[in-house]
């Protein structure tokens, strides 16, 4: 399974911002629950956010619920998370990431393949 993240950018204080998480390689993509997880320089890695497999059940962290929104498009094998109010503190390489867990997971640890990264500055 190979996962390619793209979207990424420079973006001012307040834009927006869709990443994009195109899927090859599985036998059916919507087996998989996909999360995307940023890692800051210097921070711990984080899932920001994901979204099951089965009922399409989707989580997010206390940080950027309300201003991200996760969704995926089986039939396109594609997955999204749309980025508003990007603040400074939104800074970090995002990756996405696939697990066979139908509600995805909060930990990193729990995916099983992982695209290359994208990376998302925010600054004026």
């Known amino acids: 399974v190979q996962l390619q993240a793209s979207g990424g950018g420079l973006v001012q204080p307040g834009g927006s911002l869709r990443l994009s998480c195109a899927v090859s390689g599985a036998t059916s993509f919507d087996y998989y629950a996909i999360g995307w997880i940023r890692q800051a320089p210097g921070k711990e890695r984080e899932v920001v956010s994901c979204i099951g497999s089965s009922d399409g059940s989707t989580f997010y962290i206390d940080s950027v619920r309300g201003r991200f929104t996760i969704s995926r498009d089986d039939a396109k094998n594609t997955a999204y998370l749309q980025m508003n109010s990007l603040k400074p503190e939104d800074t970090a390489v995002y990756y996405c990431?696939?697990?066979?867990?139908?509600?995805?997971?909060?930990?990193?640890?729990?995916?099983?393949?992982w695209g290359q990264g994208t990376l998302v500055t925010v600054s004026s």
């Open positions: 990431a696939a697990t066979r867990l139908s509600t995805g997971s909060r930990s990193g640890n729990s995916y099983n393949y």
